[in-house]
Structures are given as C-alpha cells and as structure tokens.
C-alpha cells in the first residue's frame, strides 16, 4: 500500500510569494494533518482536517491556510511568505479525528525554502 | 496544556552497548505517549506508543519504552544499539481528553549517534 505522499519535495520561493503544499493520505484515511519542522526542532502543529471540516489549528498566524477534498487529499497555503517560512511541511494521515492514541502515519515532507 | 521535554539533545554509543533515550511529559488529561524516529532525509517512523494498556510497551527494531506516571516519564531503551539506529528521536504527547486530542506535540528531539 502507497503511504502519505506529498508534493513538492523540494520549492524555493521569495518573500512576499504565495505557495501551496499537496497531500494524499494513506487509502481509508479521513483525517489530515500539517506540521512545520523548523531545521533543529520538533514538528509544530498547524492543522488538523477531518471529513473536509478544520479540527484543530495551532498558533500560527492567517497567512496560513488549508482545507480538504472530497477524496480526503489535502493543500496546505501560505501567503505573504517570511524568511521564517523556511522549513520542512509534514502531512500526516490517520484514520479518524481524535481517536485515544490514534497513529498518524507522516509523509516525507516537502521542504521550502524562502529566500 | 500538554508539553514534552527531551532531556538529552544529543546522545553517543558504541554499537552494541545500550541506549537510553529521555522523555518527560506534562498532560493535563490522561494522555497517549509517542516515539517517532526520523533519519536523514526521511520521514517520521512509529516505533512505539502508550495508550493506558501496559506500562511497558514494545517497538519496533528491539526498542521499548515504559511508562511512569509517578515521574511523569517515557523513557526509550533498547539493549544492544545497531549502527542503522543513528538517527533522531522524537518523544511526542497527545491528550486524551478535553477536546484537544488531535494534535501531537513533539520533543525538540534527540540526536543518536553509534559509533563503531
């Protein structure tokens, strides 16, 4: 079975662009979330979409943006890039929403870089 | 509020000695316990995870984990470390209640190195 997949694996843009990230979950899977990792650091939650629906967001300002397809698939947005943008975006997939102790299965990421 | 501390950035073993990986967690609700692994260029792996079952959980690739809730801990072992365990950990809450299980938090993780 395909895992999560995601694409670009690699973009550079500049400050000031917009960028869109894609995901497609693993088969079954209903829920998508995105993380940043910033180079050295841990994943930080951004979004959390269940059956198209917002579940959850993280502190991050409105430059950022996603939503969800009826094929659960995923697009992640950032407007007005900062050179603080640059990071690795993560996608994950789980079954359901909120589930005690649900796993979510991540895809390779995309990295960006804003110069 | 729930928040995870990896109490080791970096951490070196010879291949063959033990590993010892550490994690403490703060939950407000009874919460789920993570070890993810991330090597160079890859994505995050599931090792293992706790959901209130058994205090000792095992893994993948020989690692386990147990946990303490009297110290708040989620410490990561394994006995014999393997040159192919070089990678970065991360220790990862989520929260079982309270509405704000769907989001995991994660370490700032631990740098694995095993030298030959």
């Known amino acids: 079975d395909a895992g999560v997949t995601q694409s670009p694996t690699h973009l550079i843009k500049t400050r000031g662009q917009q960028v869109t990230l894609r995901c497609s979950p693993i088969?079954?899977?209903?829920?998508v979330s995105w993380y940043q990792q910033v180079l050295g650091q841990g994943p930080q939650f951004i979004f959390q979409?269940?059956?198209?629906?917002?579940?959850g967001r993280g502190n991050f300002p409105d430059r950022f943006s996603a939503r969800q397809f009826p094929n659960y698939s995923s697009e992640l947005n950032v407007n007005a890039l900062l050179l603080g943008d640059s990071a690795l975006y993560l996608c994950?997939?789980?079954?359901?929403?909120?589930?005690?102790?649900?796993?979510?299965?991540f895809g390779p990421g995309t990295r960006l870089l804003v110069l | 509020a729930q928040s995870v501390t990896q109490l080791d950035s970096h951490v070196s073993v010879s291949e063959g000695t033990p590993v010892l990986l550490r994690c403490n967690y703060s939950?407000?609700?009874?919460?789920?316990l993570f070890w993810y692994v991330q090597h160079p260029n890859k994505g995050l792996q599931l090792l293992l995870k706790y959901t209130s079952a058994a205090t000792l959980v095992k893994g993948i690739n020989g690692f386990e984990a147990e946990f303490k809730k009297s110290e708040t801990s989620f410490h990561l072992t394994k006995p014999s470390a393997h040159m192919s365990d070089a990678a970065e950990y991360f220790c990862v809450v989520s929260e079982g209640g309270g509405g704000s299980n769907y989001k995991l938090t994660f370490g700032k993780g631990t740098l694995l190195t095993v030298n030959p």
């Open positions: 994950a997939s789980s079954l359901g929403a909120s589930g005690r102790g649900e796993t979510q299965y």
């Open positions: 939950s407000s609700y009874s919460p789920s």
């Open positions: 979409y269940y059956e198209k629906e917002e579940r």
């Open positions: 088969s079954g899977h209903k829920s």
